[in-house]
């Protein structure tokens, strides 16, 4: 069975950094197409960030120039560092993989911004 794991959420003030992880298993990670979605309160679940398998990114409006994804194809490893976080950056924060009409999901890590 094919698992996605996400650690590294948490409590952060304002303009603080968290550093998401996702641990794939039992797929070929390096073949997969890879994002990071997040899902506040009450508002539908939203694309934050995708890296293709050559490892071009591209990044929501609200995460550019704040948030870097990355993959480690070694390690089956997905991550998001996220820098100067808002108080509007608090969600839960979900890993996707797909490839070949096959998409798999994480069971989510929260991110809470608050003072």
């Known amino acids: 069975q094919v698992q996605l794991v996400e650690s590294g959420g948490g409590l952060v003030q304002p303009g603080g950094s968290l550093r998401l992880s996702c641990v794939a298993s039992r797929i070929t990670f390096s073949l997969y197409f890879m994002q990071w979605y997040r899902q506040a309160p009450g508002k539908q679940r939203e694309l934050v960030a995708h890296i293709t398998t050559g490892g071009s990114t591209n990044y929501a409006d609200s995460a550019k120039g704040r948030f870097t994804i990355s993959r480690d194809n070694a390690k089956n490893t997905l991550y998001l560092q996220m820098n100067s976080l808002k108080p509007e950056d608090t969600a839960v924060y979900y890993c996707?993989?797909?490839?070949?009409?096959?998409?798999?999901w994480g069971q989510g890590t929260q991110v809470t911004v608050s003072s």
């Open positions: 996707n993989a797909n490839a070949a009409g096959y998409t798999y």
